[in-house]
């Protein structure tokens, strides 16, 4: 078994770096066709899209303007795949030609404070490519992922997380080592945009509708006092831009219950705003508004 994983790893890490040898005009023209290719063959996704950004934004777009946000949203999606692949023969030396930072001085004023990070961010752009941005300005990251089920696949995006330096935290029972890290003066990186089961989040406002959201984040910064920062990147022009926000003031009235839930809507608030300035780059393919609110059975006599 271990052998046919170290197949499937090395198998997986020549296949990016091939396509990432691509010039990045002919993956992008490439990346176009495969996400038109996707957009009809993945009948599934496609309607989840559809569904979403009808919900966001139905009022304000009609459905020919979705559906060609939609259309981009998996050409977007395709682009991730030949971009992971170029970052892999990236050199650190060549960051600074296609990657821009705003808003750092946000970034080190929180981090002075001497608390750690709480690094608010989303899958925008490509995610994936946010530790060439701690890379770039050389404060210490820890990210905060699901593991994959496949595990090849999870070895081969933990060395694309960790080959500039970061590390990696598994989600589960993470708790402790968060704090641990936290007092050790690093940031960490949380995707906070994802459905959640009932019992991981709290139900806050998102794009109108009510989202069973991460609480995580909302109980970390509680408990720590660690400042929150948003942080997002996104392709622009012919490169990247990674985009520090203000620190989120914390909300903290005594009543944790409703100081959860209060912080929570602001960090949702938050990439909503961002989502609604490049509606094209967000994920739109998960189902963010799949966890119902509870309801009580009804009565029955």
Known sequence: MFYLEKIAYNSITTFFKLIGRIPRQGAIRLSNVLGRILFVADKKHRMIAIDNLTRAFGREKNQAEITIIARSVFNNLARVLFEIGWSLNLDRKD?????????????????????????????????????????????????IYRPLDLSFLDRFFIMLRSRFGAKTTPKTNSMFKIFKSLKQGEII???????????EGVFVDFFGHRACTNKGMALLALKTQAPVVPVFLVREGKGFKAEFGPEVPLIKTGDMTKDIEA????????????????????????QRWKTKPFSRWPRTY
């Not at 990186?189 to 019992?199: E, G, K, P, T």
């Not at 912080?263 to 998960?286: A, G, S």
């Open 263 to 286: 912080n929570t809507r602001q960090y949702n608030k938050i990439i909503e705003e961002f989502i609604q300035r490049y509606p094209d780059q967000w994920f739109w393919v998960h």
């Open 95 to 143: 960051f600074h030609k296609h990657f821009i930072i705003e808003g750092l001085s946000n970034y080190k004023k929180s981090y002075e404070k001497n608390k750690g990070v709480l690094g608010l961010t989303a899958h925008m752009g490509n995610w994936e490519l946010l530790p060439i941005i701690e890379a770039m300005i050389g404060y210490p990251l820890n990210i």
């Open 189 to 199: 990186a949380v995707l906070m945009d994802q459905n959640v089961d009932w019992y």
